[in-house]
């Protein structure tokens, strides 16, 4: 006599062999989107301080001693930027002179340290609600001789 089909035996392996596998791609689903989610955020505080640092730059083409490249801190708190509501930027201007500019420099030489820190609470990617990752970009402005 001939059988045909699956034994149960056949169906329950069958059936645990695929459950495993869609276990295991259900949790790698998982990881992949938390790291889209953060790479999203990061992208978006790095733009975000490029943009502070464009603005910034652009001051100092046209007038050195412009207000905007004034010494001294300042802070965007959340909810405070256009269009960017999950995030706080801190713009941190700083005159050096001379050796401080660059290995070097003469001692009349004038330059600004910027640094601007954007940080946001990321959606997913771990941490809790209190919880912040940053992006932090640091370039030196010259003057035009």
């Given at each position: 006599?001939?059988?045909?089909g699956f034994t149960?035996v056949?169906?329950?392996?069958a059936?645990?062999?695929?459950?495993?596998?869609?276990?295991?791609?259900?949790?790698?689903l998982h990881y992949?989107?938390?790291?889209?989610?953060?790479?999203?955020g990061?992208?978006?505080a790095?733009?975000?301080?490029?943009?502070?640092?464009?603005?910034?730059?652009?001051?100092a083409?046209?007038?050195?001693s412009?207000?905007?490249?004034?010494?001294?801190?300042?802070?965007e708190?959340?909810?405070?930027i256009?269009g960017?509501?999950?995030y706080?930027?801190?713009?941190?201007?700083?005159?050096?002179?001379g050796?401080?500019?660059?290995?070097?420099?003469?001692?009349?030489?004038?330059?600004?340290?910027?640094?601007?820190?954007?940080s946001?609470r990321p959606?997913?990617?771990?941490?809790g609600?209190?919880?912040e990752?940053?992006v932090?970009?640091?370039?030196?402005?010259?003057?035009?001789?």
């Amino acid at each position: 006599m001939s059988a045909r089909g699956f034994t149960l035996v056949e169906i329950l392996v069958a059936t645990l062999i695929l459950s495993v596998g869609i276990v295991a791609v259900a949790s790698g689903l998982h990881y992949a989107i938390g790291g889209v989610e953060v790479g999203r955020g990061e992208t978006a505080a790095v733009f975000l301080a490029e943009q502070r640092l464009e603005l910034l730059k652009s001051a100092a083409l046209e007038d050195w001693s412009s207000a905007l490249l004034a010494a001294g801190i300042v802070v965007e708190a959340y909810g405070t930027i256009a269009g960017a509501a999950p995030y706080r930027r801190e713009t941190v201007v700083a005159d050096h002179v001379g050796r401080e500019c660059a290995t070097g420099a003469p001692p009349t030489v004038t330059c600004k340290r910027v640094r601007v820190t954007v940080s946001y609470r990321p959606v997913s990617g771990g941490g809790g609600p209190g919880h912040e990752r940053r992006v932090d970009l640091v370039t030196v402005f010259v003057p035009r001789i």
